[in-house]
């Protein structure tokens, strides 16, 4: 079954440095999506691409937040310099071209800022 | 602004009985209402969805009502199995914009 892969699974790092995390979607899905989820509330959604084209980046914090989708297919999400706030689940989605809401979600990357 | 609101952060149901999950929104321009569901350890999958030109829509033990006037969903599980212990977000969209999610309910099912 296809699924959504994320790296690393487990990240820890000390407040000021660089983080970065990586996701391949699921084959074909042109759609992907970088959610943020904190401890105890639901995913927000951080940025969503169409093929290699930012769609919605309203919530990304741009002054240390950056993510792209170069040829269309996997994608990066970075953080510099991480602080403490940063400390969450950090969820990769994709979905096909028709809208159904439905998501694939990959099993996340947790990121612990110390 | 929390949009979507699951008032319950838990709920413990007997195993086979009926498992009850709320939702509230407060924006009535959302259309589309999703339910995930999600394990620890893994990322959220998709239980079941309507559109708000439904009331109803059942998908073998799950079922999901809308209310719009009370702008209110919620999720029936019938009969409740051991496997369904996670924690449920209710999820809702505009047209095909953002899902904006609920803060989630951890349902235990006692066996």
């Known amino acids: 079954e296809a699924e959504v892969a994320q790296s690393p699974r487990y990240k820890i790092t000390e407040k000021s440095q660089a983080v970065a995390f990586w996701c391949d979607p699921i084959s074909g899905h042109a759609t992907l999506y970088w959610y943020r989820q904190i401890l105890g509330q639901g995913p927000e959604l951080l940025v969503q691409f169409q093929d290699e084209s930012v769609v919605d980046d309203s919530q990304l914090p741009k002054d240390r937040f950056s993510a792209e989708r170069l040829k269309g297919v996997d994608s990066t999400l970075k953080i510099q310099p991480a602080e403490l706030g940063d400390s969450a689940m950090y969820l990769c989605?994709?979905?096909?071209?028709?809208?159904?809401?439905?998501?694939?979600f990959g099993e996340g990357s947790r990121l612990t800022v110390l | 602004d929390q949009q979507v609101k699951q008032n319950s952060p838990s709920l413990s149901v007997q195993e086979g009985r009926i498992s009850i999950l709320n939702c509230d929104y407060t924006n009535s321009m959302f259309d589309y209402f999703l339910w995930y569901k999600k394990y620890p350890a893994e990322g959220p999958t998709f239980l079941i969805s309507?559109?708000?030109?439904?009331d109803k829509n059942e998908d073998g033990r799950f079922t999901v009502f809308l209310n719009k006037s009370a702008k209110h969903l919620s999720l029936h599980i019938v009969p409740s199995q051991p496997g369904d212990s996670a924690v449920y977000f209710c999820?809702?969209?505009?047209?095909?914009?953002?899902?904006?999610f609920g803060t989630g309910t951890r349902l235990t099912i006692i066996p």
């Open positions: 999820a809702a969209s505009i047209g095909n914009e953002k899902l904006t």
């Open positions: 989605a994709s979905s096909t071209d028709t809208y159904t809401g439905e998501l694939f």
């Open positions: 309507i559109s708000s030109i439904k």
